[in-house]
């Protein structure tokens, strides 16, 4: 048992967030260090405002489609970033570097863009070194449906939370299942198939990309 | 479902997967891929030890089933999630159909489950005039196709890019191009706008932890999710055998899971569900959130000792994977809705004997499936047994009672063999092959070449052979199984010679018979049992240092099979394990006990390659004596790539199934001609018969010796 599951806090070994970096890699997640929630808000904008404009070529907007698919693609209007789970002042930051972009910001009721959002922002509660996963409580709807619905989703994760191992999570975890409804999500890599000739192909379902965006340092502490 | 009840047929339906060449293509690169693929994901781990971590929190899980569900069911039930029963397949369908109903649901979608596969749920909700759509890819393409799945993790596999295209063109009414990329992107818009519409999502579960009432899910498209998020209610149709005590086992079983299934470290999403999520697709409206625990006989089989340990399996899919047969036939032949090695047997206990008859005999044994099983299952050893359930059931076919009969009856059985080497004198070639088969035979089993019966067996050559060894470092007994005693006593000759060299004293106990392994594979468990109980009194294990045998597959049976078949004699019993303790393979002993040295051997010998027996490489876990003889000997030893696949030989299997037997062989020689050798060398009978008939059938230059010759013929001065 290490001593992270027996509570005490210890300092995350860089080994472990280098074996963390090279597993994510190693299923084509993009790792991005960003030094705080501000550089990665930045971050996010710049990679939504260099997306070609209906992004969908990469998700399938010039496939031919059934008309009530096509339909739903045409509920999209504009290059939508989402994050719902920022707090008032990381809204604010994030309205702002979204203007004069032409993407809209959104915050709630997902249910409403189904037709497709370019860029989810969401948190991690965790990392797991060994398979490079993330951990994602997603009880919320709108953070679930932000992370099962965008084209690029972009998860912060603060280095102090990586562990080795599953393993090393067993009191966490447990504790967020004992509450009821709980929906917790782990992810690692974009949504992928193989199931046409096992030629692997990623966005079938989720996203298309994931990025990691890694606060490490002072700015890295969970709050 | 295709009718799988008269044998003819399924062979019919064998033949037409044999004659499909993308199958096969798309089976051969699979089979090769994930070798690597599975290799790569366990290195640095100890997978033997994940293994069986993994078998064991399965046994206690299993052992508690009861416990498990009222502890499920009492915390789920205080979060507000609805907990079903259900005993039976039709009333799981029912039961589902019913919360449909009550819902005021119209529009369904599914993630992939194989336990609603193993209830044919879809087929049941679209009578009751429900829609259902699969979301998982495969499982889409393959409901578009009205077909089962053909692999459980992959369920399209079968089919190519073009008949996808074909599909999606049908659905979308547009016409498709056959780019994988873009139909993967076809299928997402098109699945997106079948989420928003649906009423019901139904998912599996991979894990039901009990403590506190969470359902997970391994996927990689992340369709599980949308599934139980974007519908209001969800359904998780869940085996009983999914049950876990907590979160630390799901995870110990999730490390070997996605390693052993597809070569992966984890899934993309493994999603863990405790309770009825938030849902605002309608204000004021709450998730509805039901699990139905599907017992369908799992209940019973948890009690049963023998066959408890299938409830193990955790659905990976590996012993399809491995599989030499289903590498040929695909799913569709290997199984009827469980699929591989498991499927083999789950299809008798969930979908009844009628469909499980002939699947079982499609086993040839070669333990491939054990290996990489994730739970650690005796997958080859339940088949049989299931095999002999069945023949006990409905009553054993001429055939084997008969083969039972005369092996039962050492000296008929041998008397029987001098008969036919008699007979078949008129047909036998100047190189001891027989010209023709005799006309019992269709002509599917020409596909190698079968050597005649010997003129003199071993057993007649015996008493000149026998060498006066005064001080011996050791003393032995020979056993030399059927094929050797009566077709090539030459191998049995080498092996005397050089051992009279290496001052081994060797008895050949005359009383010995056939090892009875093809009975058992017949599933004639009673027969098996009375030719092994001979053996043990023939061999007296106690008065030699060891019985060593130049059949992997007698060394295997002799060692693993005889203490199991004689458990329950306990006056034979002590002796069979005593046995079992002595009995050591030719190349063990040659290179552990004799620990044969370069020097006796005549430097620069020819460039040869060698074939693993199953029975040896996996049955016994000898792997590096042969390799290590090879350049102790001087032989420039160049492995094949596929050195431990099988030869297609499997005894009985190779005449039950000669067509399959035949597309092994095949594909076995190609690997060998890939290395260029002069000469293949094996250490069993069987696989002798089956490479050097099928070697000269084809015309190869290739020679194919038992270990022993080649050994023999490298000593100095030979």
């Known amino acids: 048992m290490t001593q992270a599951r027996k509570g005490l806090i210890v300092p995350v070994n860089s080994e472990v967030i280098k074996l963390f970096r090279a597993k994510a890699e190693q299923v084509a997640a993009k790792i991005q260090r960003v030094a705080n929630v501000d550089a990665a808000l930045a971050f996010a904008v710049d990679v939504c405002r260099h997306k070609e404009a209906c992004t969908l070529l990469p998700a399938g907007c010039q496939a031919d489609l059934s008309e009530a698919a096509e339909a739903l693609c045409e509920t999209k209007s504009a290059k939508t970033i989402t994050a719902p789970d920022l707090c008032d002042n990381d809204r604010e930051l994030l309205h702002a570097l979204c203007q004069d972009t032409g993407i809209q910001t959104v915050y709630k009721d997902l249910r409403r863009h189904l037709g497709g959002i370019d860029v989810a922002i969401t948190r991690a509660q965790f990392g797991i070194a060994e398979t490079g996963t993330l951990v994602i409580d997603s009880t919320d709807e709108d953070i679930r449906l932000a992370t099962m619905i965008s084209e690029i989703h972009m998860v912060l994760l603060p280095a102090d939370q990586i562990r080795e191992s599953a393993g090393d999570l067993v009191m966490e975890l447990s504790a967020m299942m004992q509450s009821n409804g709980n929906f917790t999500a782990m992810i690692t890599g974009a949504s992928r198939t193989a199931d046409i000739e096992r030629v692997l192909a990623l966005g079938v379902h989720g996203p298309l990309e994931l990025y990691i965006l890694l606060i490490e340092g002072e700015n890295g502490r969970t709050k | ?718």
Request: with cysteine; charged share 20%; glycine share 8%.
């Open chain 2, 1 to 718: 479902m295709a009718e799988r009840n008269k044998m003819k047929d399924y062979h019919q339906e064998v033949g037409v997967a044999l004659g499909n060449a993308f199958l096969r293509t798309a089976m051969d690169n699979f089979a090769v891929a994930y070798r690597t693929a599975r290799q790569n994901a366990f290195a640095g781990l100890d997978p033997a030890g994940l293994i069986e971590d993994v078998a064991h929190r399965k046994d206690a899980a299993i052992s508690n089933i009861d416990l498990l569900l009222a502890r499920f069911k009492a915390v789920a039930e205080k979060k507000g999630i609805f907990v079903h029963l259900a005993d039976t397949a039709q009333h799981a369908n029912e039961i589902i159909a019913t919360i449909a109903e009550m819902s005021q649901s119209r529009k369904i979608i599914k993630a992939k489950s194989m336990t609603a596969e193993e209830t044919l749920l879809n087929h049941y909700l679209e009578s009751k005039g429900y829609q259902v759509t699969e979301t998982d890819l495969g499982e889409w393409i393959i409901q578009l196709r009205g077909e089962g799945p053909s692999h459980m993790v992959m369920p399209a596999i079968h089919l190519s890019r073009f008949q996808v295209a074909d599909l999606f063109a049908d659905v979308t009414g547009k016409p498709q191009n056959e780019n994988i990329e873009k139909l993967v992107k076809v299928a997402r818009r098109e699945l997106r706008q079948k989420f928003i519409e649906a009423d019901m999502g139904i998912t599996g579960a991979n894990f039901a932890l009990a403590d506190t009432a969470t359902i997970g899910l391994t996927t990689n498209e992340g369709n599980a999710r949308l599934v139980t998020t974007l519908p209001r209610v969800h359904v998780a149709l869940v085996g009983l055998e999914k049950l876990l005590p907590s979160l630390e086992d799901a995870l110990a079983i999730n490390r070997v899971l996605p390693r052993n299934a597809t070569g992966q470290n984890i899934t993309s999403y493994v999603t863990w569900i405790s309770g009825p999520p938030p849902w605002h697709g309608e204000p004021g409206r709450r998730k509805e959130f039901h699990i139905v625990f599907l017992d369908n006989g799992r209940r019973d089989i948890a009690k049963d000792p023998t066959f408890n340990q299938v409830l193990r399996c955790v659905r990976c899919g590996a012993c399809a994977n491995v599989c030499p047969v289903y590498r040929m036939v695909g799913g569709h032949q290997m199984g009827h809705i469980y699929i591989g090695a498991i499927g083999l047997i789950l299809t008798y206990f969930f979908h009844g004997r009628n469909e499980a008859r002939n699947l079982v005999q499609n086993c040839i044994n070669c333990g491939a499936c054990k290996e990489v099983c994730a739970a650690g299952i005796d997958l080859p050893e339940l088949i049989k047994k299931v095999h002999a359930l069945i023949l006990n059931e409905e009553g054993h076919p001429l055939k084997s009672t008969l083969l039972s009969k005369v092996l039962r009856n050492r000296k008929l059985f041998h008397r029987l063999l001098r008969s036919a080497q008699l007979a078949q004198k008129p047909i036998t070639d100047d190189r001891g092959y027989l010209r023709h088969l005799p006309h019992i035979f269709a002509k599917e089993h020409n596909f190698r070449q079968i050597p005649a019966i010997a003129a003199r067996p071993f057993r007649d050559r015996w008493p000149a052979l026998r060498p006066q060894i005064p001080r011996p470092r050791f003393r032995i007994a020979l056993f030399s199984g059927c094929v050797q005693d009566f077709v090539y006593p030459e191998h049995l000759e080498a092996a005397v010679s050089l051992f009279a060299g290496q001052q081994v004293a060797v008895e050949f106990p005359m009383e010995q018979s056939c090892c009875g392994l093809p009975v058992q594979m017949m599933g004639e468990h009673e027969a098996a049992a009375q030719v092994a109980a001979q053996n043990v009194l023939a061999l007296d294990a106690d008065r030699f240092d060891y019985i060593v045998t130049l059949c992997a597959s007698c060394a295997s049976h002799l060692k693993k099979s005889y203490p199991a078949l004689l458990a329950r004699r306990p006056s034979l019993a002590p002796k069979a394990g005593r046995l079992a303790g002595k009995v050591v393979p030719f190349s063990s002993f040659c290179h552990d006990v004799l620990q044969l040295q370069a020097g006796i051997f005549a430097p620069g010998g020819p460039r040869v390659t060698y074939h693993a027996p199953c029975h040896l490489c996996r049955g016994l876990e000898v792997r590096e004596a042969p390799h290590s003889l090879f350049r102790t000997a001087g032989l420039d030893f160049v492995p094949a790539p596929e050195e431990e696949t099988c030869c297609g030989f499997g005894g009985t299997y190779s005449s039950k199934f000669p067509t399959i037997s035949g597309e092994i062989l095949k594909k076995k020689l190609d690997d060998v001609e890939s290395v260029d050798a002069q000469c293949l060398v094996t250490e069993c009978p069987g696989c002798i018969l089956q490479l050097r008939g099928g070697a000269v059938r084809r015309g190869m230059k290739l020679r194919v010796q038992h270990l022993s010759e080649v050994l023999m013929e490298r000593l100095k001065g030979n």
